[in-house]
C-alpha cells in the first residue's frame, strides 16, 4: 500500500489541474465527448488496454497483470443542467442547447469532476506500480448517471465481454461531509427512485365561464396537496419514504382554462414493499381525484425514469471498511447514513452476479461542516449535491479519494508474494 501511494504527492498538482479543466467544461449526459476522449488518453498513457464509446460515451480501460481477482472501479462523468454560483476562478460559463431547443447552463454540481479526478489519480497509481499487486484491474468511465440509464447501456453494449466479468466491483461519491472523512453502510446505502410523468385531462374554455369546463389546474392542485398525505399516512413512521412533485404545467395565458395539466412526481424508498405501497397510493389518489372532477377521460400514469436502491454487499463492506479504519485511522471512518439519493452504480454488480461496495468521500471545508452542525444549520448553511454553490476542496478530498480506491483495489487484488 505505502509503495503504490508514495507517488500521490508528486501527482496531486497534475490531477489538481485536470480537476480544474473537467469542472470548467462540464458535459451533460451522453455529451461527454470531451471529458471521455481526455479520460481514454490517459488510460492508454498509463498502458491500459481502452475500449471507448462503450454504451455510447462510457470509458472501458483494462490492466491485466498476471493471476488473480479482477476488480472493477467505476466514476461516473456526466454533469447537470445548473448554473454554477460558486464564484469560483474556475467555475463553469458552459451553455449548451438541450434536446427541447432551449439554451441551459452546465455545471458539474454533483461532483462527477471529482470521481473521474480520482479514478484517473488511482488508475495512474496501480499502472505504475504493478509489482505490488497481481490480478486484472478494470476501471470504467459511466455516462448518463444523473439521468439513469448509463451504467445499463454499457453494460448492454458489451463491457463484460470486453473487460472479463469482475470478481467485485467498487465505487465512491464525493459528499457535502468534512474533507477526508470516509463515510461507508453495509446493506441498503442508497434509496431507489421512480419517476413519473401524469397527465391530467381536463376540458378547456374561457377563463369567465368555468361552469362550462373542467379545470385540469383545479384537478392539478388537487392531486399535488392529496400526494402529500401518503407519506404522512400511508407509511409507518418505521419506514421511510419521499414524494415530491417537482413539476407542473398547465395552460398558457390567464384567461384560458387549459385542456391539460402535466405534473412529474419523484419517489424515494429504500424497501421494494414500501415502495409498491407508494406507488400504487400514486395510483389510487390520481384516478380518484380525476374521478371526482369529472374529467373526461382517466389521467395517463407514465415512468419516465428509475434507479434501484443501492445495496452494499455486508461483508465485503464490513472487509473494506476495516482497511479503510487501518489506512486512515478509525476518527475519520464513520458510518454512513442512509442517502435518499439514488445511483445506478449497482447495476453493475448486479449484472455481473458479483458483490458491490459503495462508500462516501467527503469534500468540503470541516469547519464549516462541523460548526453548521453543531449549530443545528447543516440544512442552511452547507451547499450539497446539486446545488449551484456545492464546491468540492480541492485538498484534501482529491488525496482521500485517490487512496480510497487504491486501498479498496489492493484490498482485493492478489499480492505476488501469496498469488
Given amino acids: 500500500m505505502t509503495e503504490v501511494l508514495d507517488g500521490l504527492t508528486a501527482l496531486l498538482p497534475d490531477l489538481e489541474a485536470f480537476y480544474v479543466d473537467l469542472h470548467r467544461h462540464p458535459?451533460?449526459?451522453?455529451?461527454?465527448?470531451?471529458?471521455?476522449?481526455?479520460?481514454?488518453?490517459?488510460?492508454?498513457?498509463?498502458?491500459?488496454?481502452?475500449?471507448?464509446?462503450?454504451?455510447?460515451?462510457?470509458?472501458?480501460?483494462?490492466?491485466?497483470?498476471?493471476?488473480?481477482?479482477?476488480?472493477?472501479?467505476?466514476?461516473?462523468?456526466?454533469?447537470?443542467?445548473?448554473?454554477?454560483?460558486?464564484?469560483?476562478?474556475?467555475?463553469?460559463?458552459?451553455?449548451?442547447?438541450?434536446?427541447?431547443?432551449?439554451?441551459?447552463?452546465?455545471?458539474?454540481?454533483?461532483?462527477?469532476?471529482?470521481?473521474?479526478?480520482?479514478l484517473t489519480g488511482a488508475a495512474a497509481l496501480l499502472a505504475a506500480n504493478r509489482e505490488a499487486w497481481s490480478g486484472t484491474l478494470q476501471v470504467v468511465f459511466q455516462p448518463a448517471e444523473e439521468v439513469g440509464g448509463g451504467a445499463e447501456?454499457?453494460?448492454?453494449?458489451?463491457?463484460?465481454?470486453?473487460?472479463?466479468?469482475?470478481?467485485?466491483?467498487?465505487?465512491?461519491?464525493?459528499?457535502?461531509?468534512?474533507?477526508?472523512?470516509?463515510?461507508?453502510?453495509?446493506?441498503?446505502i442508497m434509496a431507489a427512485t421512480d419517476a413519473l410523468r401524469i397527465v391530467l385531462h381536463g376540458r378547456g374554455g374561457h377563463g369567465s365561464r368555468p361552469e362550462t369546463t373542467v379545470d385540469p389546474a383545479v384537478l392539478a392542485a388537487s392531486v399535488v396537496m392529496r400526494l402529500q398525505t401518503i407519506v404522512s399516512r400511508e407509511i409507518s413512521a418505521n419506514e421511510s419514504a419521499v414524494v415530491t412533485v417537482g413539476s407542473m404545467h398547465v395552460g398558457t395565458t390567464h384567461n384560458v382554462i387549459a385542456d391539460d395539466a402535466v405534473i412529474e412526481v419523484n419517489v424515494r424508498t429504500f424497501d421494494e414493499t414500501v415502495r409498491e405501497k407508494v406507488l400504487a397510493a400514486i395510483e389510487r389518489i390520481v384516478h380518484g381525484e380525476a374521478a371526482v372532477a369529472g374529467a373526461p377521460k382517466p389521467p395517463e400514469i407514465t415512468e419516465i425514469g428509475s434507479f434501484p436502491v443501492t445495496r452494499n454487499d455486508a461483508a465485503a463492506s464490513d472487509a473494506l471498511t476495516e482497511a479503510f479504519r487501518a489506512h486512515f485511522g478509525a476518527d475519520r471512518v464513520l458510518e454512513a447514513p442512509l442517502v435518499t439519493g439514488s445511483e445506478d452504480f449497482g447495476e453493475f454488480g448486479t449484472a455481473a452476479g458479483v458483490p458491490s461496495v459503495y462508500w462516501l468521500v467527503g469534500g468540503l471545508d470541516p469547519e464549516l461542516v462541523l460548526t453548521a452542525m453543531a449549530a443545528g444549520r447543516f440544512e442552511a448553511d452547507v451547499p450539497s449535491n446539486h446545488s449551484p454553490r456545492f464546491a468540492p476542496l480541492p485538498h484534501p478530498t482529491l488525496s482521500a479519494g485517490v487512496e480510497t480506491l487504491v486501498v479498496g483495489a489492493l484490498h482485493r487484488l492478489a499480492h505476488p508474494a501469496v498469488g
Wanted: net charge negative; charged share 20%; aromatic share 4%.
Fill in 27 to 118: 458535459e451533460l449526459a451522453y455529451a461527454e465527448h470531451r471529458t471521455a476522449g481526455l479520460l481514454a488518453d490517459r488510460l492508454e498513457a498509463a498502458g491500459y488496454e481502452v475500449h471507448r464509446g462503450v454504451g455510447r460515451t462510457g470509458v472501458l480501460g483494462v490492466l491485466r497483470n498476471g493471476p488473480g481477482p479482477a476488480v472493477m472501479l467505476r466514476a461516473d462523468i456526466d454533469a447537470l443542467p445548473v448554473e454554477e454560483k460558486t464564484g469560483l476562478e474556475y467555475a463553469s460559463t458552459v451553455r449548451v442547447t438541450g434536446a427541447d431547443g432551449q439554451e441551459v447552463p452546465v455545471m458539474h454540481a454533483c461532483g462527477h469532476d471529482m470521481h473521474a479526478t480520482w
Fill in 153 to 188: 447501456g454499457m453494460i448492454a453494449d458489451g463491457l463484460f465481454d470486453l473487460g472479463g466479468r469482475p470478481d467485485v466491483v467498487l465505487g465512491q461519491h464525493v459528499v457535502p461531509g468534512p474533507a477526508g472523512w470516509v463515510l461507508t453502510r453495509p446493506g441498503v
